[in-house]
């Protein structure tokens, strides 16, 4: 059930130079959110930035009823987003999309850039049900791989830099955990990084889910403007993704 809100931020953390996290509290109990869903967040006191921005869920601690967002600021509406400091407010309209299957008992998880925020909630998941992701993030530096502690103390993690500043030099494909016998990827990140993981999920016959990250506005399939094209005709990736099985996605593989 979708929800119009406005949040507290309690804990707001500078990671680097380009990202930062919130951390969001509101007064009432969180609704039911699943791994790899997002929220519209509203960009305040800005003329220049009217439409919300979709961000994805990045963490969701129920015990204390916070959800966590992983920003990089990229442009004018992150920007404003990253001069937020605690005790501010933030409107969102959340959850959204469609998230994750959490299936498979050996998954394979990999992330890049920004991509690497929904797939923290989506590795915690995977433990409630008992089962150690393999993790995999990449970024161009060290300094574009946030937050990879976090997934260090849920499974095996490894990271790769194009220009070997951390982990395997080269991209999460080449990386020595990349082709391992997994029975389920899930990835998240750069179009051109998605579709390698795609086609290589497709070739060896492991089911895969693939979360786009297409230009939206409204984020709640009324604008039609964060249409793809799948097997099944153009879908809106906000309503019916952003989460989908790269099987219906060979059309959008193939460009
Ligand atoms: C479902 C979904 C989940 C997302 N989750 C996250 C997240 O967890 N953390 C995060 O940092 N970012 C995430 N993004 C990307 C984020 O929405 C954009 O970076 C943001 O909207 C840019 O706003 P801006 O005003 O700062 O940039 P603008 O000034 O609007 O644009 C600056 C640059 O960012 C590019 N850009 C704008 N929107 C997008 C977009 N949707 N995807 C890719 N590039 C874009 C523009 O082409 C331009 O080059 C997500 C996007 C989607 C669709
Ligand atoms: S963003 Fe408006 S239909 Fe998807």
Not at 18 to 40: C, D, K, M, N
Not at 69 to 74: G, N, P, Y
Not at 107 to 116: C, E
Not at 157 to 175: M, N, P, Y
């Amino acid at each position: 059930m979708k929800q119009i809100t406005d949040f507290t931020i309690i804990r707001r953390q500078q990671l680097g130079e380009s990202y930062f996290s919130l951390t969001l509290r509101h007064p009432g109990l969180l609704p039911p959110i699943a791994a790899g869903q997002f929220v519209e967040v509203e960009v305040c006191n800005s003329r220049e930035v009217l439409l919300r921005r979709p961000i994805s869920i990045h963490d969701v601690d129920s015990q204390n009823q916070t959800l966590s967002l992983l920003i990089q600021t990229v442009g004018k509406g992150t920007r404003r987003l990253a001069d937020l400091r605690e005790g501010d407010t933030l409107n969102l309209v959340y959850p959204l999309g469609r998230g994750f299957a959490v299936a498979g008992a050996n998954p394979l998880l990999v992330g890049g850039g920004a991509g690497i925020a929904p797939l923290l909630y989506l590795a915690k998941c995977y433990r409630e049900k008992g089962i150690r992701p393999t993790i995999l993030l990449g970024g161009r530096t060290e300094a574009l791989i946030p937050v990879r502690e976090e997934f260090e103390a849920i499974g095996a993690t490894g990271c790769a830099t194009e220009d070997g500043s951390l982990g395997e030099k080269g991209l999460v494909t080449q990386h020595s955990l990349f082709n391992l016998g997994y029975d389920h990827i899930c990835t998240c990140g750069p179009t051109p990084m998605m579709k390698a993981v795609g086609r290589h999920a497709l070739a060896k016959g492991i089911p895969c889910e693939v979360s786009l990250e297409n230009m939206m506005a409204c984020g709640i399939g009324a604008c039609l403007c964060c249409v793809t094209d799948t097997d099944q005709g153009h879908k809106c990736v906000c309503k019916e993704g952003p989460v989908f099985d790269v099987a219906r996605l060979t059309k959008w593989l193939s460009i």
